[in-house]
């Protein structure tokens, strides 16, 4: 089992920018694929990234748009989520999640329900 805890939230001005990190303990990191999740007040929790094992696999949301960076170093059992170019429709609670792989270092994962372990979420405060 991981405990997973993200930290980096903050309040910051429209086209500034945030990173945001996750680090996993209890277990080996680099046995998840791991996802960014965002949920605005009174929304659905929606998909924003997700990145492979050994990070050789890496999706995005649309509405991302170039403008998320999703890396990890499992050295440091953290995975991070670099955001620019940000925007009040990007302030939300972000959640980092876990999911254990058994086979292949490349898989992704992007839907919510396949997800096991989450952390207890970093809230994103974008100003106009």
């Known amino acids: 089992q991981v405990q997973l805890v993200e930290s980096g939230g903050g309040l910051v001005q429209a086209g500034g920018s945030l990173r945001l990190s996750c680090v996993a303990s209890?277990?080996?990191?680099?046995?998840?694929?791991m996802g960014w999740f965002r949920q605005a007040a009174g929304k659905e929790r929606e998909f924003v990234a997700t990145?492979?094992?050994?990070?050789?696999?890496?999706l995005y949301a649309d509405f991302v748009k170039g403008r998320f960076t999703i890396s990890r170093d499992n050295t440091k059992n953290t995975v991070y989520l670099q955001m620019n170019s940000l925007g009040p429709e990007d302030t939300a609670v972000y959640y980092c999640?876990?999911?254990?792989?058994?086979?292949?270092?490349?898989?992704?994962?992007?839907?919510?329900?396949?997800?096991?372990?989450w952390g207890q979420g970093t809230q994103v405060t974008i100003s106009s």
């Open positions: 209890g277990s080996t990191s680099s046995n998840y694929a």
């Open positions: 999640a876990a999911e254990r792989i058994w086979y292949g270092t490349a898989v992704v994962v992007t839907s919510l329900e396949e997800y096991d372990y």
């Open positions: 990145i492979s094992r050994s990070g050789d696999g890496i």
